[in-house]
């Protein structure tokens, strides 16, 4: 596809916004579902057209708050929730959670990468992740959802890895691909060759999703579009995990201000950034980048265990270090990763639930590495 110059674009993208989803699971984030509520409202008042929240991996969600507090705001038909796929049976347990959340549309996690896809589905062969994309695309057809499929670290997945899985995701009944740069790692014009590939793919539709660890998030965005990509997924003010997300208000004053696109409503932005900042706890700006305290931080033992599948570069490259950061999402697999090389020993299965009490208790307040050992310290077993 040729490259359109600035200027009106022929076919200006739809907007997702995932502040709901990935900025919510940020590592020490955690919205309530009145801050839900009002930035659900706000973005679709905005011209957002599609609201990310939520992850389901089973029953019992622990977003089940969230989800449904934005459904009540805009409707399930305007919200859009990430359901993981790791094999069938537990599709199926999924999409049975999704099923009594009322949930419309879904987004499936899949790792396409031979890296993520061994991390996580415990087999890097094209066959497997092919076979287990058509399954759960055809489970959630079959039961009447919307389908967005991913390409979880997509943007290093080789072409003749990535093409021909997203190919199979379409011919089994996929409504949208979306690119997800997991770890920020190609330049604009890499992302209009990626994306061209993708785009001429027979009756597809491809979205991006770019992390902002080099700063390049909105420039890939809109790169992506010029290449043929019809959605572009963003956050309120950046947040999320790995250097933040392509910020939402960049995003659309660019649109604004190098294409002419009037489409959006641009006054609740500054709304927006203050709920959404307030309601993750990140004081009044959030920034993004390798040099942030949260720019390696944490809140999954997998992340802490293989930083080198997230991690576009080294913290210690540039001076930082990797970190532990959970309010209530604490795990016996979290406290084992913390108390590592203490020299405290501690019953992790007991000192576990003691913790998160206290930590109901108290409100919840952010855990790192150096406040759960100083926990262990205090931790005084109930004798048996």
Known sequence: ??????????????????????????????????????????????????????????PDSKDAGLVLATHEAVTAERSMTLVVVRDRRQVARALDEAERLGVRHIMYSIPTSEQHAQLKLGSASPKFLHTLARSAIQQAKERGFHVTFSGEDGARTPRERLVPYVEAGFAAGADRFRLAETVAYLSPWRMEEVVADLTAIDGSEIEIHSHNMLGMAVANSLAAVRAGARWISATVGGIGERGGNAPLAELLTSLRVIHGDTRFDLTHLTELSRIALRGAGLGEAFQSGPTTPHAFAYELPGQLDHPQAYETLPAELVGNIRELRVRSRLTTALVRWALAGSGLEVDVDAFTPWLAERQERDGRPLLDRDTIREAAVDFRPVPA
């Not at 739809?14 to 973005?43: K, Q």
């Open 1 to 58: 596809m040729a490259a359109e110059g600035p200027g009106e674009l022929e076919r200006p993208p739809r907007i997702s916004d995932a502040t709901l989803r990935d900025s919510a699971h940020m590592a020490g984030v955690e919205f309530g579902p009145e801050d839900a509520a009002a930035i659900a409202d706000l973005l679709v008042r905005t011209g957002v057209e599609l609201v990310e929240v939520g992850m389901v991996s089973g």
